[in-house]
């Protein structure tokens, strides 16, 4: 087998990683936080230059951050004037929310199939953990919870590209601020959903636990759109028959 001398010279994609690869990961995920809790307003106009001032860094990983964040639609970069924070319409927010009943009932289906005790061990600690923040009323921790629960069952199905696209859709719903709690439905009856999506997981019901999860998100959806909206139906006609299959 021939070898090849790469000395010291850079030969195509082998170049030396900087550090500021994690730096513009770190970057990112502050932008990102700062859209969804509203410290970057939606419709705002900032600078590059700005932004690197406020998190005291070069420009570098901050671009690099808003490109990553542009293709994730929370940012748009408008020539010559910099970057604006987009603002998620309701039409959007009946888009994504389709596409995360779409995307995760197939996918609770596959991971009762295949989950294993620990993975089972995991999605219980999140569930007890938000039964214990919903008891405190402490609707941020047991949202951060929800997250990763939903995370595990995407995981187990065996599709890590998944786990991450419904991921960065839950950000575009979290930039409107938007919430079921209070006047819709208790943090309570929001633990009981996600109960039941665990009790089928765990008895291996494919069928149960991919029904379980529809009926909580076409309940989300329809509960926010009708908050956003004020409309009288959940999801436009066209979506309702759409998921209604799923």
């Not at 439905?185 to 636990?209: C, N, P, Q």
Request: avoid cysteine; glycine fraction near 8%.
């Amino acid at each position: 087998m021939k070898s090849i001398d790469i000395g010291n010279e850079e030969k195509g994609s082998l170049r030396e990683i900087k550090a500021e690869s994690s730096l513009t990961a770190r970057v990112r995920e502050s932008i990102r936080e700062a859209i969804i809790d509203g410290s970057l307003e939606p419709g705002s106009l900032h600078s590059v230059k700005s932004l690197a001032d406020i998190f005291k860094v070069s420009r570098t990983p901050v671009r690099e951050a808003l490109i990553d964040l542009a293709g994730a639609d929370m940012v748009e970069f408008e020539r010559n004037r910099g970057v604006r924070i987009l603002e998620t319409s309701v039409h959007d927010l009946e888009e994504i929310l389709v596409l995360r009943i779409l995307l995760e009932v197939p996918a609770t289906y596959r991971a009762a199939e295949h989950i294993d005790a620990d993975g089972l061990s995991a999605l219980r600690q999140e569930l007890d953990a938000m039964v214990e923040a919903a008891e405190n009323g402490d609707e941020p921790t047991m949202m951060q919870h929800d997250r990763r629960f939903h995370e595990l069952i995407n995981t187990a199905s065996g599709n890590s590209r998944l786990t991450e696209y419904v991921d960065s859709l839950r950000d575009l719903i979290l930039t409107r601020g938007v919430s079921t709690v209070d006047n819709t439905r208790s943090l309570t009856e929001i633990v009981d959903e996600h109960e039941g999506i665990l009790t089928a997981i765990a008895s291996g019901d494919g069928e149960a636990a991919a029904a379980a999860m529809k009926e909580h998100l076409v309940n989300t959806a329809s509960l926010l759109l009708q908050q956003e909206g004020g409309r009288s139906s959940s999801l436009s006609l066209g979506w309702e028959r759409l998921v209604a299959g799923g």
